[in-house]
């Protein structure tokens, strides 16, 4: 599997055209990397994981991490994932069915045969803005995914339903 990553990696750059220095948004995108998200201080730890090939592409695309990062909310988020795949994603779903979804009113879980894991976020019309895999995501990355980048449906006379103070 690591072979095919470093392949498809090679293939990428190569395709970008042999072009050297900062990468733009779209050529890491290519390479897997969300340019606008990604800290310098997450690519020092590609090595504790066997990515260490991928290291330099990381830092071609990173921002550093003393730069503040605005994190965008979206209003709507669909996990969209296959019951059949369950068994090769049980950190998945053990998220879906715990009652952590149930603390994200507007995320949708939608069952869609033979899909792999997807995190679909949305504007306020119901247009796709985003689209992530999390096939490598655990149960606690994908709730603190959620917490950061969904809106808070929360109104303010919330607490008096709920009796919170």
Known sequence: ???FVLFVTFSV??????????FTAHDCRQLGFIKAQLLCSSCAKLPDFGLEDIKDHCL??????SLPVEVK???KAVLEVCTCKFGAYPQIQAFIKSDRPSKFPNLQIKYVRGLDP??????????????????????DTVQEFFETHLEN?????????????
Request: glycine share 8%; with cysteine; net charge negative.
């Open 118 to 139: 997807t995190v679909k976020l949305l504007d306020k019309s119901g247009n796709v803005k985003e689209t992530l895999s999390i096939t490598k995501w655990n149960t």
């Open 1 to 3: 599997m690591k072979e």
């Open 60 to 65: 071609e695309c990173c921002q550093e991490d």
């Open 73 to 75: 909310k979206y209003p």
């Open 153 to 165: 449906t929360k109104s303010e006379d919330d607490f008096l339903r709920t009796n919170e103070i």
């Open 13 to 22: 750059v190569l395709s970008l055209g042999g072009s050297f220095g900062e």
